[in-house]
């Protein structure tokens, strides 16, 4: 047997036929797929990052069908969590995006229309593209480890194996109750948080010294310390090296407040301004370097579309090879890219620039996923340098609408409206590659969870505008939620097409510490070293607010010394991973629940509660530190 075929052997065998697509299924996987999308909305609006939702929804989904009803398979509760996961991934493509069409006016408030089919449009076109490819980047590359799809399957395996070992079902029964009270614990945090107020969202402060200003601070987040947990030491404290770089480095070398501004506001305008831009630099020279390392897999991706039609006319197929019949995938490409032209055309009101700009979106987008696919199997989807290929796509429209003389209003809502819906095929592709990666290895039928992934795409696209619009409206996305990704996009639209003025000089500076790091990455892969200087983390800590990465780093810290001491860290059975997934949930969910009360009852904090009850920053690390201790607890128990 061949390494590609030993591999690929499935837990349920091609010949077996078990459950897997029914109608209890389906409604499990649309309900975890409109909350996940919700919670990594809110997430990725606030820190500019999301988490793979795939290990809580499958457990989720065990639980459930498993647990409770008594007769889920491995292959249905594989289809909930392949539904539930697109809706994260989704969540990803919108927020970095739509709402810079917010900050630079082109918009007053989320249209639910254009919002929805950028979702739908851009969540369709990742799956059809990433459909051809799948022989040639994930059944026939076992180099290609898909990291979150191995570990979703290691669950759903133990899962099954529950039914049948004592201690399996104790360990499954544990893995639910850590989400469960992981979910709890993070609503609660966030009702004391901004409900009451109980607790300072930052612990931060600033001082002048000579020519330069300094900061230190932390944001009060137990979902960004459970983000830190699931991402690992190596990525968090890369993530940190992007903040030191910003904020320790970069910050002082550019000038004392004047006066009458304090040192606090003076260092929050001078990230604003200026330092975030060093992250665009590197940020780009990452995006380009992953089209560069991965152009030899783009083109496998593409000779995948022959693969596909010759199986199908060869006949005889295998169940767990089936894939969506070519002539279904030309049917929704031709359909979408339609509609897309269409939604282009009402945006700009020019049918020129409308056709311009659909085919620019084809292209690019076609790139991306073949990039984003190859990534997510080298280092996984939440590694993805999504955000650089981003504005690569961004920075192509630009460049194309400018040197043809497009400019004003309707070269920005184009050039928007490319980098929102490539974003969303570029993030539901790497999230369907590593779903399919599960099946693989669990035995699914692929077109089953291609029909469900598209099923998914489309009924959760329609829930993005109203969660948007609940949480600008309670909390100012730009302002209380920062959605740094969005707000430097709409700042590099700007400085193309309106009144703004990017600093190049920056950018540049970025770029260059870019190369610095390939450079390093590429001597420590020499010396064998097991340490990485991967370049988007470094970037994405540069663009975020320190305060943002030390919670971050500070999980990271967390799982490494869990590891050293309990051995923790396998993701399949690490129930500081479930617990943290919960925290996450519920500090977004209970963020969701809290902008209805804003949107129809009252304002923050809540007025018939007492709120503001100290001005100490003691509180909050106590009430933070005791999460930190309930965490550890949690992450000693896998």
């Not at 996987?29 to 929804?57: Q, R, W």
């Not at 479930?578 to 500090?587: D, K, M, V």
């Amino acid at each position: 047997m061949s390494e590609s075929q030993a591999a690929a052997t499935p837990y349920v065998p091609a010949h077996a036929t078990t459950t897997e697509v029914t109608i209890r299924a389906l409604i499990l996987g649309t309900v975890l797929s409109i909350v996940m999308g919700a919670a990594n909305t809110y997430l990725g609006l606030y820190a500019g990052m999301t988490v793979s939702a795939s290990i809580p929804a499958a457990v989720i989904s065990m639980a459930i069908l498993r647990g409770i009803l008594r007769n889920g398979s491995i292959l249905e509760n594989n289809i909930v969590q392949t539904m539930a996961s697109t809706g994260e991934s989704l969540a990803a493509g919108v927020i970095f995006t739509v709402p810079a069409l917010i900050m630079v006016g082109a918009w007053q408030n989320f249209q639910f229309w254009p919002t929805t089919l950028i979702t739908m449009l851009g969540g369709l076109l990742g799956i059809v593209f990433m459909v051809p490819m799948r022989r040639a980047l994930i059944v026939d590359r076992p180099d290609l480890i898909y990291p979150e799809g191995v570990a979703c399957s290691e669950v759903l395996i133990v899962g099954e194996e529950a039914g049948r070992d004592d201690h399996a079902a104790a360990s499954s029964q544990l893995g639910i109750r850590a989400i469960a009270e992981g979910v709890f614990v993070g609503g609660v945090f966030k009702f004391v948080l901004n409900g009451l107020h109980l607790v300072h969202e930052t612990v931060e402060t600033a001082f002048a010294k000579g020519r330069s200003v300094f900061y230190a601070g932390a944001d009060m987040s137990v979902a960004l310390l459970a983000v830190g947990y699931i991402v690992d030491l190596q990525i968090a404290s890369l993530i940190t090296l992007g903040g030191v770089i910003g904020w320790v480095v970069i910050l002082p070398l550019l000038g004392a407040p004047g006066e009458g501004v304090t040192a606090l506001d003076h260092a929050w305008d001078l990230w604003s301004e200026q330092v975030r831009y060093v992250g665009v630099g590197t940020m780009l020279v990452g995006g380009l370097y992953s089209i560069f390392q991965v152009r030899k897999g783009i083109v496998a991706g593409v000779s995948g579309l022959r693969a596909v039609s010759s199986d199908q006319a060869n006949g005889a197929v295998p169940r767990t090879e089936q894939n969506i019949s070519i002539i279904a995938l030309l049917a929704i490409f031709l359909l979408t890219t339609l509609a897309t032209f269409a939604f282009y055309d009402y945006l700009v009101q020019n049918h020129g620039i409308a056709a311009l700009t659909a085919i620019l979106m084809v292209l690019t987008s076609f790139l991306f996923v073949a990039v984003a696919t190859y990534i997510a199997g080298l280092v996984g989807s939440s590694n993805s340098p999504v955000s650089g290929m981003t504005i690569c796509a961004l920075l192509i429209a630009a460049g194309v609408l400018l040197a043809l003389g497009i400019k004003g209003d309707s070269a920005i809502l184009a050039t928007l409206g490319i980098a929102g819906v490539v974003c969303c095929a570029t993030c539901t592709s790497g999230d369907v590659a590593q779903d399919l990666k599960t099946g693989l290895l669990v035995g699914a039928t692929p077109k089953k969870q291609q029909w469900t992934e598209i099923l998914a795409c489309v009924v959760t696209a329609f829930c993005f505008a109203p969660i948007l619009t609940l949480l600008h409206n309670a909390y100012g996305i730009g302002e209380g939620l920062r959605a740094p990704q969005a707000a430097l996009f709409a700042s590099l639209t700007e400085g193309f097409f309106g009144d703004g003025d990017l600093p190049w000089n920056l950018i540049g500076i970025g770029g260059g510490i870019g190369i610095a790091l390939i450079v390093a990455n590429h001597f420590l892969e020499r010396s064998g070293s097991s340490f990485r200087t991967h370049v988007m983390p470094v970037a994405v800590g540069i663009y975020l607010p320190l305060s943002l990465d030390i919670p971050i780093f500070a999980g990271g810290l967390l799982r490494y010394f869990m590891k050293r001491r309990d051995g923790a860290g396998d993701e399949a059975r690490d129930n500081g991973i479930l617990f943290g997934s919960g925290l996450i949930a519920g500090e977004a969910l209970m963020g969701i629940g809290l902008a209805v009360v804003v949107a129809f009852v009252t304002t923050l904090p809540l007025e018939w509660l007492p709120s503001g009850l100290t001005s100490s920053w003691v509180p909050s690390i106590v009430i933070f530190g005791a999460v930190v201790w309930y965490f550890k607890k949690w992450a000693a128990r896998s």
